[in-house]
């Protein structure tokens, strides 16, 4: 709860995720290529009232530390059982209800409702669902363009042999993006398809949105079938 997760830029892009697992700790954590100003994309906050800190792998949590890895602090409550956790190290029972911002004493959530029926999704749930198939389908696309490759298929657009060593190599090829032909916000159920995305440059994706990201593309699709 509060745990920030997603980062997007002024246009609506996603320009950094990361999943994590339920004591925090970081699974997967990506800044897109497709900014100018990836490498210096971070989000240092973890649970609320935590400062993560990539060196250590610890999180500052005001008064003590608290270790993702274990899922506990690395010290006593300075406040002892007046924190209402007899354990002295452990953190809260369940960080989608509950959270403990300095360190000293957890604090449930008001009322502990999430606001909507069981089983409705929100908003928020769906967009991150599509930003989550958008993403499948262009990770899907690099795999099936390496596999032309390897067959010595060409691909679907003349790699030069520089390029086509750097994606046998690395299973992308540095600069270039992901373009869903058809977009996402007016096509959502080819979201995935590794056949509706294409790979150009930065400003041959710009010219293919006419100047703005924001105007819809729609196209023919692709075929990396390989028969």
Not at 64 to 87: F, H, K, V
Not at 121 to 138: A, F, P, T, V
Not at 150 to 175: A, F, I, M, N, P
Not at 190 to 219: R, Y
Request: glycine share 8%.
């Amino acid at each position: 709860m509060g745990t920030p997760t997603e980062m997007y830029d002024e246009n609506g892009e996603e320009v950094w995720y990361r999943r994590l697992d339920m004591n925090g700790k970081i699974i997967k954590e990506e800044c897109h290529r497709r900014t100018s100003y990836y490498k210096n994309v971070t989000v240092p906050f973890l649970f609320q009232g935590q400062y993560y800190d990539y060196e250590t792998e610890l999180a500052y949590n005001r008064f003590r530390y608290y270790s993702p890895a274990m899922g506990c602090y690395i010290s006593q409550d300075p406040i002892r059982l007046e924190g209402n956790n007899p354990t002295l190290y452990a953190y809260v029972v369940d960080s989608n209800l509950w959270f403990d911002i300095f360190g000293l004493r957890i604090y449930r959530r008001k009322n502990g409702q999430f606001g909507k029926k069981p089983g409705r999704k929100s908003k928020k749930d769906k967009k991150r669902e599509l930003e989550q198939k958008r993403r499948k389908g262009i990770e899907r696309a690099w795999k099936e363009e390496q596999e032309l490759i390897k067959r010595g298929l060409g691909g679907t657009r003349e790699w030069t042999e520089q390029e086509k060593e750097e994606l046998l190599k690395t299973g992308k090829v540095k600069d270039y993006y992901g373009h869903h032909i058809n977009s996402v916000s007016t096509h959502p159920h080819l979201a995935d398809n590794p056949d509706n995305v294409q790979f150009v440059k930065f400003d041959e994706h710009l010219e293919l949105h006419s100047g703005n990201f924001h105007n819809s593309t729609t196209g023919e699709l692709l075929n990396r079938k390989i028969t």
